[in-house]
């Protein structure tokens, strides 16, 4: 397919299937990097990797899953090894998509390099990407087949299964996230609060095995204890409020998600 046509391609299928566009071109974004990234894992260029975050959550759930605009990787290896492995990977291309590594830089609280990654499709600019490059610290992935709509009527390759965290880890690093007094110095992080929410009210969340996750999590990070205080900045309820309302999730104030959150860590806590 001509580049033309795939953007008059993804105008058309956005329309007819009620996506926005923008979110639609990020979805192929995302599955032609996964296509690269298995590529190089069955061409013994890198021995694994796995999507986390919130790329990982609209793979599984499309649009019913907040919007998000980059992807967290994690690749085995300090965060050197992390960027050299991306770039070896990402050099071989996937179908008519190409992709170059732009200069990395590591990010001040965590342990994870974020570069952007340049994509074009037959030799013209498709989209750049963020990518964060976080560490492969769990064995255990999930194959997931994407939910995501309009791909498939595009005319170009549909990746899957791709490679996603394990929902009882995501879960448990989401927990971590948001209660780590030194990453919330810097970072707002309503959106996993959300995300746990979120994934409780489709059914998705296992107590027990959100708990054993959360205290392995805990461990390994050895940044603050399991179980953690909750205290929740007054700020972010604004934040959620909106995040909710974007999403079309049925809780109308931040108050009622911080209720809801609150009642899903006391679960977990004594599962």
Wanted: proline share 4%; glycine share 6%.
């Amino acid at each position: 397919m001509a580049h033309e046509r795939l953007d008059k391609a993804l105008y058309r299928v956005a329309r007819d299937a009620d996506v926005d566009e923008l979110r639609l071109r990020r979805w192929v974004s995302f599955l032609a990097l996964c296509g690269v990234l298995q590529q190089a894992i069955d061409e013994g260029v890198i021995g694994d990797y796995h999507l986390k975050g919130g790329a990982a959550l609209e793979l599984r759930f499309a649009d019913r899953a907040r919007t998000t605009k980059d992807m967290d990787v994690g690749l085995p290896g300090t965060r050197r090894d992390r960027f050299v492995a991306l770039e070896r990977a990402v050099s071989l291309g996937f179908d008519d998509f190409k992709f170059r590594v732009k200069v990395p830089h590591d990010l001040e609280f965590v342990d994870t390099v974020r570069v952007d990654v340049a994509i074009t499709y037959r030799g013209r600019g498709f989209q750049t990407i963020q990518i964060d490059l976080g560490p492969a610290d769990e064995s255990a992935v999930d194959l997931v087949a994407p939910t995501i709509r309009g791909v498939a009527e595009l005319g170009i390759p549909v990746t899957s299964p791709v490679r996603c965290i394990t929902l009882d880890v995501q879960v448990a690093q989401k927990l971590h996230a948001c209660t780590n007094p030194r990453v919330l110095q810097a970072e707002n992080r309503a959106r996993d609060i959300l995300d746990i929410v979120f994934l409780d009210m489709l059914g998705q969340l296992d107590y027990k095995s959100a708990q054993v996750a959360c205290i392995r999590v805990f461990e390994q990070r050895a940044e603050h204890a399991w179980p953690p205080t909750i205290e929740v900045p007054a700020t972010w309820k604004v934040e959620l409020a909106s995040l909710a309302a974007e999403q079309g999730l049925p809780l109308a104030t931040g108050e009622e998600i911080l209720v809801a959150f609150s009642g899903i860590y006391e679960r977990v806590m004594r599962a």
